[in-house]
């Protein structure tokens, strides 16, 4: 799922960035429909990837943690101006494994009741 993660989120860059060269309006739309039909795919991977394993019961807190990791990535790309580059870096990142250390804590018990006691104890 990463890799599959990785190359949508390298194409969708490539769709995000070209939006500034489109010679009109009709191209412009074009363009828009078609990344977010690639950031859809992405969407669809990870939940394709959750579903899949909570149908052959072998579901894990980490998995839990990994989609809302992607829905996070693709939340970031509607950050105005930076977001496609913002949503590339973390899904190059995420692709890569780099969150995969903390996506597995999760399995650990009682880490993930650490975590959200620390973002709720932090300054308002």
């Known amino acids: ?3 599959a993660n990785g190359v949508l989120v390298v194409f969708s860059l490539g769709v995000d960035a070209s939006k500034g060269v489109a010679l009109g ?3 412009f739309k ?3 429909v078609l990344s977010r039909g690639l ?3 992405v969407a669809l991977i990870a939940i394709g990837q959750f579903v899949a394993k909570a149908a052959d019961h072998n579901l894990q807190p980490s998995d839990g943690a990994r989609l809302v990791g992607a829905v996070l990535i693709l939340g970031s790309n509607a950050i105005p101006v930076a977001g496609p580059f913002i949503s590339f870096g973390l899904g190059m990142a ?3 494994g780099a969150f995969d ?3 597995q804590s999760f399995d650990t018990l009682g880490v993930p ?3 959200l006691n620390t973002m709720l104890s ?3």
């Open 113 to 115: 009741t650490i975590y």
């Open 122 to 124: 932090l300054p308002k």
């Open 1 to 3: 799922m990463a890799a």
């Open 39 to 41: 950031n859809g795919a």
């Open 30 to 32: 074009g363009v828009n």
């Open 101 to 103: 250390p903390f996506y």
């Open 25 to 27: 309006p009709a191209a």
């Open 94 to 96: 995420d692709a890569t």
